[in-house]
């Protein structure tokens, strides 16, 4: 037998049921063992098979993978949200939230005859398995980066196994995936095969160059629309990799400063409003005034 000790509690045995382990694996929960937690992922189950069957809940009846994707993204956004806030009770619903999606879109399959929620935790199970050697079986990694370059290569071998291979190790990075992540996810990926800025500095040098370009190119005469574009392009996946190798999520950080944005607006917004006006009734001077104020009542410093 061997073990990976998670560190958060109790043990929590992986059973030979799954048809997946041949030996156990210890983790650690405190609110609920295994045939509970089992019990209720069951309930959940047949929850939404009964919404979906004749006589449950009419909308979930007419719900398709299609119709289902912009919710499946909601989840997933809220789930990051919920971690960045750092909200335990936020974070239980909305993976929860996320859970429910994944079930939803295995039980619409199921009802196809196409596949089940069985076979997408044996299909990630297994996956998991074969991708962690050092863990189940007697191969050897010793940091992380070890792990990501051995991920890589079994990926590799995985595909030319089923007689397929990609083009490029870019393939398989989603091209539809949102700007930030799909340059974040690229450059992760080439940054495990040493094609990657040395260190910080390097990157910020990079991204001083990259300023310097989009402000030269702002004032050319007969610079193109499209010019501009492609510098403010090239800006922000700079950027990107900026946080990147500071080890900060770049759309977490976005987001972080959107949601600022919206609070010290929101101020702005409320000051005016105790006098009876509205943004429109303001002008830059004043705003900016109220913004500066927001900000040294978020640092706690006097706005008197």
Known sequence: ?????????????????AGLLTFGAFCTFEAM??????????????????????????????????????????????????????????????????????????????EEKRFTISDVISR???????????????DDASTAGEVLRNWEALKEAELQAKGEQNSSMLDSVSTRLPAVMEAFQMTTKVSRVDFDWPDVEAVLEKLDEE???????????????????????DLLFVAVNVARLLGIDPESALKSSNRKFRRRFHYIESRLGEQGRKPSDSDHVEMNALWSEAKRREKGESVA
């Open 1 to 17: 037998m061997r073990s990976a000790e998670c560190g958060i509690g109790e043990p929590f045995f992986i059973p030979h049921s």
């Open 211 to 233: 300023t310097l370009e989009l402000k030269e190119a702002v004032r050319r005469e007969s610079v193109s629309h499209r010019e501009i574009a492609d510098e403010v392009g």
């Open 124 to 138: 990630v199970s297994s996956k998991m398995i074969r991708r962690h050697p050092h863990v189940f079986a007697d």
């Open 33 to 110: 063992d295994e045939k509970e937690s089992g019990e209720k992922f069951r309930e959940f189950v047949e929850l939404i098979a009964r919404l979906r069957a004749p006589g449950g809940c009419p909308w979930d009846r007419e719900q398709t993978h299609a119709s289902l994707k912009p919710m499946l993204l909601e989840e997933a956004y809220e789930v990051v949200e919920a971690i960045d806030e750092g909200d335990d009770e936020e974070l239980t619903g909305e993976l929860g939230d996320l859970l429910l999606q994944v079930i939803f879109h295995s039980q619409i399959a199921t």
